[in-house]
């Protein structure tokens, strides 16, 4: 099955910092979405992005698929933004969400 | 619109007894996925259910555990005899369609603990 690589694991950041999280994945696909799941434990949908760029406030993502990977950009970081950030994604021969292993972000006051 | 709901939000099963999850899909959705995630790891999928067929139950232990979505009500993903290391949060995800190409949407997780 298609492999997901989500780097770094863990991430530690002061507010109003800059981020850079990367997907990258084995095989081509159709369908990629970024998720962030908060200290509670409820993911939250972020982008729907199996190519092109989109931004949606202090987030956007870029996905390159014919590189096969994906990029989620946080600006201005605030406490509220800690959590886990999912990347996953579905092979073009399959109908399934595959995640990563997640990015921990934390950011301090 | 209501999202997807999950219930119990917590369930607390001792060794040996039951568990049943229930997740009722967004309105118009007939499509159904659960995922475990274990405790530190990422989401993996268990089973894909659109209503009263099983389509990839491949994510799926092959002893204990079993899923059903029926043409009325929730889809459940039931347990039995259940042991400590099934303890984890189970999301389900729906869409409107088969889901290569679609947007899930996911519940907020049911949490089992096992004693």
């Known amino acids: 099955g298609i492999q997901v690589e989500q780097s770094p694991p863990d991430l530690i950041l002061q507010e109003g910092a800059n981020s850079t999280l990367r997907c990258n994945f084995s095989d081509s696909v159709n369908n990629l979405q970024w998720f962030h799941q908060n200290p509670w434990g409820q993911l939250i949908n972020l982008f729907y992005?199996?190519?092109g760029t989109k931004q949606n406030g202090r987030l956007s993502a870029t996905t390159v698929a014919t590189e096969r990977y994906s990029l989620l950009y946080i600006s201005s970081s605030q406490t509220t933004d800690s959590g886990v950030y999912f990347c996953a994604v579905v092979e073009t021969s399959g109908s399934r969400l595959t995640f990563g292993e997640g990015t921990q972000l934390t950011v301090n006051p | 619109n209501a999202g997807v709901m999950q219930n119990p939000r917590h369930l607390v099963r001792r060794r040996g007894q039951e568990a049943r999850l229930r997740c009722s899909p967004m309105?118009?959705?007939?499509?159904v996925y659960w995922y475990r995630q274990l405790p530190e790891e990422g989401l993996k999928f268990m089973v894909y259910?659109?209503?009263?067929?099983?389509?990839?139950e491949s994510g799926m232990p092959k002893e204990r555990f079993s899923a059903e979505f029926p043409k009325e009500g929730p889809s459940i993903l039931r347990i039995q005899q259940v042991v400590r290391g099934d303890s984890a949060a189970y999301f389900c995800?729906?869409?409107?369609?088969?889901?290569?190409?679609?947007?899930?949407?996911f519940g907020s997780g049911t949490q089992l603990s096992v004693l």
């Open positions: 259910l659109q209503k009263e067929n099983i389509i990839d």
């Open positions: 992005i199996p190519s």
């Open positions: 309105k118009g959705h007939s499509h």
């Open positions: 995800a729906s869409s409107p369609n088969r889901g290569a190409g679609e947007k899930l949407f």
